[in-house]
């Protein structure tokens, strides 16, 4: 079974410049989160994805972040301008059934974004 | 409330030594805590996860502990190996509450 997919892997982009990730969830899983983690920190949630439904972005930075998943599936999330202190890995998890007990979370590689 | 305090920030640890990491947590509605292993380049992967209806865990070479009334737990690795050297995360969340992770344990174990 193939794990949770994302792209890019790295990327590195000027400050206000825009910018995009994009995430598979495994198969079947219904909740897919978005997390960042800056260095030498735990990941940090942005938003989660009940199906198609965002149900937690209270952390989503919302005058520059934005996410989408369509379709229930898979989901983008962008920048738009990006600031230095965006730097840090951009995760993204899914899991079969609602988020908290009990549900294991299934982690991607990550996007590294460097903002230069 | 809503923090999880990791300790320590980086353990070196001989092989075949035991590795402990502890956690620290304010919110008593929190009834789940699993512990994330993450290798460089990779996303975290669960290890191990407790509720607090039991006071230990055991799987293999890893055991959670879990002191309730203290609102602390801790994750033992018996017999420590170099391909243990890892980040680790300790985290706690509650049905239908976003998962808040601890700021990581580097461990390194010396062959």
Redesign the interface.
Same mark, same amino acid.
């Given at each position: 079974e193939a794990g949770?997919v994302q792209s890019p892997r790295y990327k590195i982009i000027e400050k206000k410049q825009p910018v995009a990730f994009w995430c598979n969830p495994i198969s079947g899983h219904n909740t897919l989160y978005w997390y960042r983690q800056n260095l030498?920190?735990?990941?940090?949630?942005l938003i989660?994805y009940e199906n198609e439904e965002a149900v937690?972005d209270s952390q989503l930075p919302k005058d520059r972040f934005s996410a989408e998943r369509l379709k229930g599936v898979d989901s983008t999330l962008k920048i738009q301008p990006a600031e230095l202190g965006d730097s840090a890995v951009y995760?993204c998890?899914s899991s079969l059934g609602?988020?908290?007990?009990?549900n294991?979370? $299934? $982690?991607?590689?990550?996007t590294r974004l460097t903002v230069l | 409330q809503q923090q999880v305090k990791q300790s320590p920030q980086s353990l070196i640890v001989q092989k075949g030594g035991i590795s402990i990491i502890n956690c620290a947590y304010e919110n008593t509605a929190f009834d789940y805590f699993p512990w994330y292993q993450q290798f460089p380049g990779k996303g975290p992967a669960l290890l191990i996860a407790i509720r607090p209806d039991v006071s230990e865990k055991k799987e293999g070479r890893f055991t959670i502990s879990f002191n309730k009334s203290a609102k602390q737990f801790s994750l033992h690795i018996m017999d420590s190996q170099p391909g243990d050297s890892a980040t680790y995360f300790c985290a706690a969340s509650s049905t239908g509450f976003k998962t808040i992770f601890g700021a990581g344990t580097r461990l390194f174990v010396k062959a």
């Open positions: 949770v030498g920190q735990g990941p940090e949630l989660r937690d995760l998890a609602s988020s908290g007990s009990y294991e979370q $299934f $982690f991607g590689p990550g | -």
